[in-house]
């Protein structure tokens, strides 16, 4: 078989900006509404909760926004990531497709998440903030935090969901290592989190319930801002240095995608990967198909509806147009493939909206099955959130040897999946199900939905 070939920049070619897709939309982004009056928030609205440098990304137009240089420096810890011509996996496929794709589990924390979080914490200094909070899942945003926060001396508290911090203590012992500190959510700290444990005492929590517990924290005191690992048009843009290396290393194997896909859960590494590639046909380039894949058991993109939603379950954020299956959404139990919010991006629900990007979903045991053939052709473990890109990657390959094509396909491999073995040790021992989330229960999350008059 032929070794794996990789296509490395030197830090001289590292993107010097990010890219905002806002400046090349054909139309703009549905505004952003304040709960109560229903009218659009201006900068000053969300500057409780984010230093005004960030607040000023997330509604700029500006085509690029320079990268400064202390988060070059860091970026440089790991950055360039390497892209890699995945020959044993088209091999195994005997497909007539190149597969190429972009590998950002060499960052410290194993995933995309420090692209984001080291900016974040950098503007937040800058701003005289002393402490971050944030919420994470399986424990991927906290550990990136929680490292991002330690190189700029800031305070980092974490809720974490009770049954990733009860089933993943590795994560936690990681956030703890660079200096977090981590709270298993629904908690006894904030009002929010009281009362929740007050209705139901073992609550397992969820995404959406402890980011309302991490703003309440964040908006008591000056010194606290908050911060959010994926969804935020600014957090977005952070990631784009992966899809801006990507083109450069593309060149360097004279290539250009057909197809990029990547992983959905709130948008941010399918964001990084494509908002380049989307950006370039936008403004009159080549053109790509853009796949976001998503799990069957929390289905926004393909299941959810197209409107004003709460980005928590306590309703302390403004009201952003998404695709949502409801605040109050709870994944399954049985789901283990990560990807549990239940809003996506607006930037990434506009692009569905528009038709620019395609959206697709598929069970955990077809992704982790896609998973293990991966890791037995390339080597590389992938995280259960990249699995989902995985399967839709060899979906598009076996598509390429059935017409015969042999088309050019991109993926962003957003993380490796150390600390997620055990739930590959439960698709192993056959307790992986598959059942999807009925019509009845995706009633129940959307009629909680605000109403808005369009
Ligand atoms: C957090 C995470 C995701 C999901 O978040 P997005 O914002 O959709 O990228 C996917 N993959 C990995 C490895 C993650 O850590």
Not at 58 to 73: A, F, G, K, L, M
Not at 218 to 241: C, E, P
Not at 400 to 424: P, Q, S, V
Request: glycine fraction near 8%; include cysteine; hydrophobic fraction near 40%.
């Amino acid at each position: 078989m032929t070794s794996p070939t990789k296509y490395l920049l030197d830090e001289a070619r590292m993107p010097r900006a990010w890219y905002n897709i806002q400046a090349d939309l054909p139309v703009p982004l549905p505004a952003v509404l304040h709960p109560g009056t229903l009218q659009p928030i201006g900068p000053a609205d969300l500057a409780p909760l984010f230093p005004m440098d960030l607040i000023l990304q997330e509604v700029s137009t500006e085509r690029e926004i320079e990268i400064p240089q202390p988060v070059r420096e860091i970026y440089r810890l790991w950055r360039p990531s390497p892209l890699v011509r995945a020959h044993r996996l088209e091999k195994v496929l005997q497909t007539p497709a190149k597969i190429f794709y972009k590998y950002e589990g060499v960052s410290p924390a194993g995933s995309h998440k420090p692209n984001t979080a080291v900016p974040q914490a950098f503007f937040s200094a800058q701003a005289g903030v002393k402490r971050l909070t944030t919420e994470t899942g399986a424990g991927q945003w906290g550990s990136a935090l929680a490292f991002a926060g330690s190189l700029f001396d800031l305070e980092v508290l974490v809720f974490q969901v009770r049954v990733s911090y009860d089933q993943k203590p590795y994560r936690r012992a990681v956030m703890e290592t660079y200096g977090a500190r981590c709270v298993a959510s629904p908690s006894q700290e904030t009002s929010y989190g009281r009362s929740v444990l007050a209705a139901r005492p073992d609550h397992p929590g969820s995404l959406g319930i402890a980011i309302s517990e991490a703003v309440e924290v964040a908006a008591q005191r000056d010194d606290t801002k908050y911060a959010l690992g994926s969804v935020l048009n600014h957090v977005l843009m952070h990631q784009t240095v992966v899809g801006l290396e990507t083109i450069e290393q593309m060149q360097m194997a004279d290539a250009w995608p057909d197809v990029v896909v990547g992983c959905t859960g709130g948008g941010s590494n399918f964001a990084g990967i494509a908002f380049p590639y989307i950006g370039h046909a936008l403004r009159g380039g080549q053109r790509a198909r853009i796949v976001a894949v998503e799990p069957a058991a929390c289905p926004s993109l393909t299941r959810g509806r197209y409107g004003y939603d709460f980005g928590d379950t306590g309703h302390m954020t403004p009201l952003v147009k998404m695709h949502t299956l409801g605040s109050s959404f709870t994944p399954p139990p049985f789901h283990a493939g990560g990807l549990r919010y239940h809003g996506m991006a607006p930037l990434v629900s506009h692009l569905r909206e528009l038709g620019i990007i395609e959206a697709s979903a598929y069970t955990q045991t077809q992704c982790f099955e896609a998973g293990v053939l991966f890791a037995r052709a390339e080597g590389i473990v992938p995280a259960p959130e990249a699995n989902h890109a995985v399967k839709g990657v060899i979906e598009e390959a076996l598509r390429c040897r059935r017409e015969g094509r042999a088309e050019t396909i991109l993926f962003n491999l957003c993380g490796h999946g150390h600390f997620d073995m055990a739930a590959y040790q439960r698709y192993f021992a056959g307790d992986l199900r598959d059942e999807s989330y009925s019509e009845e229960e995706l009633a129940m999350a959307l009629a909680g939905l605000p109403s808005v008059p369009a």
